[in-house]
């Protein structure tokens, strides 16, 4: 049994071999699978009240070689924050993402892995802009938590509802704003922006490294670029970061070395604290405790319409945004270091 605290996997407990069917076959039981089922992968889910608290419980079964893998993700209504200023957005960047979503209509981007806290942002968007006067409508796979004031859609493949059938409903219901899980293939691809270019706000997820490059993935899936460079208006690529426990985590200064090693100027720093993790019974002896998030907003300029529609490589892109000022990922990684929020060693760890 092991538990990934903060995104990092801990080693808990190894229970007696006489024991572990019988703990396989009774979290198939409470997440309503097929408890005679060992061949073919399963999900479902457990709801429970643990002081006082409604937990969710997202249950995945894999066949394995020896046995069954299961994976139970926990979610905790009362612990998640669906408010922008307090995900991590430096105040510049915070500006420009409120700046996009008060827009009527286009398509904004979360890019970044599995984990990296796309999901959160995304609602943390959609609740600042929720008022009475806006249709908010989600199609997600599968909804991770309920949103008060807006219609949320989960998607059922083996029911026929995809992403795509799904998004084509939601336009009928006289949505202003609509989010979509993740952009998957072409044809959800296509639905969402003809929905943004018909005067609706759009949101949506991809899996990229950085900003930049989701743009050359639409187009690698076959979005055309005339109607990408019309509708897109904004790219935000995110990581989580491990914040260091306020009660234990060590002051030092940085060698020469270790600066140039990770790219900082040696001359402008040779002075600055920064800070490293130490362990307490505070944050369980891993020098950590929560995480936040580092960012690379990228809004959709006109220079930067341009080279969408002529198809430039990402590379072209990115150095077009930096030249106008978008902060890379690493670089609002080093901000937070340089603040005392978080370590060197997980900056390098996440980009």
Known sequence: VRFRIDGILHEHAQPAASLQQAITSRIKIMAKMDIAERRLPQDGRIRMKIAGKDIDLRVSCLPVMYGESIVMRILDRSQISYKLENLGFPTFELQQFQNLLARSYGIILVTGPTGSGKTTTLYAALNSINTPDKKIITIEDPVEYELAGI??????????????????????????????????????????????????????????????????RLIEIGVEDYLLSSSLIGIMAQRLVRILCPVCKEAFTPTPELLKKVGLSVSAHDDQLFYKPKGCKSCSFSGYRGRTAIFELLPVSDTIRH????????????????????????????????NGVTSIEEVLRVT
Do not use: C
């Not at 759009?202 to 490294?209: A, E, G, M, P, Q």
């Not at 198809?311 to 670089?331: F, W, Y």
């Open 307 to 338: 080279l969408i529609l002529g198809a430039k490589a990402s590379t072209v892109i990115r150095d077009a945004a930096l030249a106008e000022g978008m902060t890379l990922l690493r670089s609002d990684g080093w901000r937070k270091v340089k």
């Open 151 to 216: 219609n949320q859609m989960e998607v059922n493949p083996k029911a026929g509802l995809t992403f795509a059938h799904g998004l084509r409903s939601i336009v009928r219901q006289d949505p202003d704003v609509i989010l979509i899980g993740e952009i998957r293939d072409r044809e959800t691809a296509d639905i969402a922006i003809q929905s943004a270019l018909t005067g609706h706000l759009v949101f949506s997820t991809l899996h990229t490294n950085d900003a930049a490059g989701a743009v050359t």
